[in-house]
């Protein structure tokens, strides 16, 4: 297609008369016939143009495109994502049925991100019911999978009936496994795309989710429900739930399957996640179904609200990958993941959980803590890099725990000996019924009680010193917990002496 045909068609869809005269268009039409561009795409990036100043429209374009490549390279640094806000590298614009690089679309200068932005959120089907399209869509850049069932056009007619624009997914907006030649930049997107997919779904923009795949009818028969492949199955699905959702494929069925589906399986199995309540997205992560176990970790990385990513690495097993992830969350995050580990494992020595001991955790209570336990990175360049972290508090001395041998027996039982302050402070909550104390103790050693979170404290036992910033810390082994029947407010610790303590790893 030549210029004139290209501007013969422009005028005709936005109803203009358009002639190659006026300044700046003949360039533009010439630019998008040269990089083999067809209508669609042509269209696309035209449509919200100003059309009074075309002369201005390709230096425009190589603005943002130099800004886009720019942003997303210093995004990557190295083997971690510095800024996991980074907007999506593509969209689907609707309107012209093609995907087009996302920063084509028209900004508010008060808003970073456009709000004309709509999500797909969709299960995949099986492999064996399940087609590979090649698609001018996207430019044919790769294969769209889809159910066999449907097709592109049958998902866009249902997105323009609900008044879409554009659209963001992950079929078309992700790149996806093609030919051999594009492998090595598949990885390479992958490494920023795939972790930041949360982000997407974070926006707050609206949501059409087909739970039973991507075009489908809905069916909330039990037996779609019980399937591996089923939205609230899928682990990648976990990150994609928002509050500003509308079912994909709905029929108008009025069954009293559909009622139990929305009004039980939805809320319950799908909860709309609340900042802090990470347990929560945890214990659905557990029964839920992925294509590698990789994928689990990834899932939770904008569900422990990360403002700093690790890269998707293929070869990176998940026990590593969430020792990474770990090392990105904020220290409030990290130390209500160490606060729930502490009292499920408080015999393990670890702060923090493994993989398999985060799988292993149940939903915490309801009741949240008067103030979130605060762990700190030692050294934040580790995030660059798979190394063990080390971590560090600054917290209060509450006292100390020793082993009193019972009777003439080789039975020993942990007696906690408040400090004075606590004494005076809390003469009337020292009872032995009004603290549990857990964890595994050796007689003849005596172990600092320190505060955590208000009224659970750790037992740790001192091993050594360490300088930090030319500042003495305490080398700290965690041993167990001491948790009081009730919070303590933090004005009953804000006197109490300081202590600076990093934890060692030991096994177990």
């Not at 269209?43 to 997303?72: C, I, S």
């Not at 995004?75 to 999506?88: R, T």
């Not at 700290?476 to 009953?492: D, H, N, S």
């Amino acid at each position: 297609m030549g210029v004139q045909g290209l501007l013969r068609q422009l005028n005709d869809v936005l109803g203009a008369n358009l002639m190659l005269g006026h300044p700046g268009l003949r360039q533009c039409l010439e630019y998008f016939v040269k990089s083999s561009m067809d209508f669609g795409e042509a269209y696309g990036y035209l449509r919200t143009m100003d059309r009074t100043d075309f002369e201005r429209v390709l230096q425009r374009l190589a603005d943002q495109q130099q800004t886009d490549e720019g942003l997303r390279k210093k995004a990557v640094q190295g083997s971690y994502i510095d800024n996991a806000d980074v907007e999506p590298r593509r969209v689907w614009d609707v309107l012209s049925n093609r995907v087009l690089p996302f920063y084509v679309i028209p900004k508010n200068s008060k808003r970073r991100f456009p709000q004309n932005v709509w999500t797909i959120s969709h299960s995949w089907v099986p492999p064996e019911v399940r087609q590979l399209v090649w698609t001018p869509v996207n430019g044919n850049r790769w294969p769209v999978p889809i159910p066999q069932a449907t097709t592109l056009d049958h998902a866009r007619v249902e997105l323009l009936n609900f008044g879409v624009e554009y659209s963001w997914l992950d079929v078309l907006c992700l790149r996806q496994r093609g030919r051999p030649e594009d492998e090595a930049m598949r990885t390479e997107e992958w490494k920023l795309d795939v972790p930041t997919i949360g982000r997407v779904y974070q926006l707050d923009w609206p949501c059409v989710t087909y739970f039973n795949g991507l075009g489908l009818p809905f069916d909330p028969s039990p037996q779609t429900l019980s399937s591996a492949q089923h939205w609230l199955r899928r682990v990648w699905t976990l990150q994609e739930t928002t509050s500003s959702w509308l079912p994909g494929g709905a029929t108008g069925d009025a069954s009293d399957a559909a009622r139990a589906f929305f009004h039980e399986h939805l809320p319950r199995d799908a909860p709309t996640l609340e900042y802090g309540r990470w347990d929560k997205a945890v214990a659905a992560l557990q029964v839920r179904h992925c294509t590698t176990e990789l994928d689990r970790v990834h899932a939770l990385a904008y569900v422990f609200s990360c403002h700093t990513l690790p890269i998707y690495d293929e070869g990176m097993t998940p026990p590593l990958a969430w020792a990474v992830l770990l090392k990105h969350m904020s220290p409030g995050m990290r130390g209500s993941v160490a606060e729930l580990y502490v009292q499920r494992f408080p015999e393990r020595t670890a702060l923090l959980p493994s993989w398999e001991e985060l799988l292993q955790c149940p939903p915490g209570s309801d009741m949240v803590p008067l103030w979130n336990p605060w762990v700190d990175l030692v050294d934040p360049s580790c995030r660059s890099s798979s190394d063990p972290a080390v971590y560090s508090q600054k917290t209060k001395h509450v006292g100390i725990l020793s082993m009193s041998q019972q009777g003439d027996d080789e039975t020993y039982s942990p007696i906690f000996e408040p400090s004075d302050h606590l004494r005076s402070t809390l003469s009337d909550r020292l009872s032995p019924s009004r603290y549990q104390i857990l964890g595994r103790y050796q007689p003849n050693t005596k172990y600092s009680v320190i505060d955590f979170s208000g009224g659970l404290c750790l037992v740790v036992e001192i091993v050594g010193k360490r300088t930090i910033g030319g500042q003495s810390w305490l080398e700290v082994v965690k041993r167990g917990c001491l948790q009081f029947a009730a919070p303590l407010a933090w004005e009953i610790f804000k006197n109490f002496d300081n202590i600076s303590v990093v934890h060692a790893t030991v096994d177990d």
